[in-house]
Structure formats: structure tokens, C-alpha cells
């Protein structure tokens, strides 16, 4: 089945763990969720560890891949992190942002502009 589907996923930062042993059911391919909750539960932690910015252990399966298993240039073919504000100095339009993440992944300049577009 394609989708994302959790399973035991560990997270955090340092020695620090901010998730322990999360699962999740599969969430299909094409819809809308809604990851909600308090400051400080693990949101963010948790899409930074499926983007590889985060150790992470366990399983995160996506379109039947194991997120955590590839290696960091092929995980950000598939997955990227994008934070509500960047850091301070840095000022970026929506267009900016797609093709940086392109680049990120190996796209050519053209090549990510017409994939931003």
C-alpha cells in the first residue's frame, strides 16, 4: 500500500528523546493530515527525523520505502523539511524555496526552475 506508515520510531536531539517508539497506522497517498498538538511534543521533531535532519531509529515507510534506511540524498528526492520561519538573515520567496530544496536534491538550476514553476 502506498502512503506513509510509522513504526516505532525513536527521535530527538542528542541524548535527549523527544519521541519514543511512535507508530502510526498508514496514512494514504494523495490526503490531507494534520499533525496538531502543544509546543514542545515532537511535531517538528518528527518531520525533521522522516526529513534525515534528526537521528531517528525504527521504521518510517513511504511509498514502500524505508525513509530512514536511505541515504540522505535520495531521502531528500522524497521528503523536505521546511520550517514556519527561517533563521534570522535569511529571506526567501515560496519559488526561492522549491528550488533550493531541488538543487538540494541534485536538480540542475533549469532544471529546478521549471519544476518550481
Do not use: D
Not at 19 to 42: A, D, M, Q
Not at 50 to 78: D, I, V, Y
Request: glycine share 10%.
Amino acid at each position: 500500500m502506498s502512503g506513509l506508515t510509522i513504526n516505532a520510531l525513536c527521535a530527538g536531539y542528542g541524548k535527549r528523546r523527544i519521541i519514543e517508539h511512535l507508530s502510526i497506522s498508514t496514512l494514504p497517498r494523495g490526503e490531507v493530515t494534520v499533525l496538531l498538538g502543544p509546543n514542545g511534543c515532537g511535531k517538528s521533531t518528527l518531520l525533521r527525523a522522516l526529513a534525515g535532519l534528526n537521528r531517528a531509529s525504527g521504521e518510517a515507510w513511504l511509498n514502500e520505502e524505508n525513509l530512514l534506511s536511505l541515504p540522505f540524498a535520495r531521502r531528500a528526492e522524497k521528503v523536505v523539511f521546511l520550517p514556519q520561519s527561517l533563521p534570522q538573515g535569511v529571506h526567501l520567496q515560496v519559488l526561492e524555496s522549491v528550488v533550493v530544496a531541488q538543487r538540494a536534491s541534485g536538480a540542475g538550476q533549469n532544471q529546478a526552475q521549471a519544476i518550481a514553476l
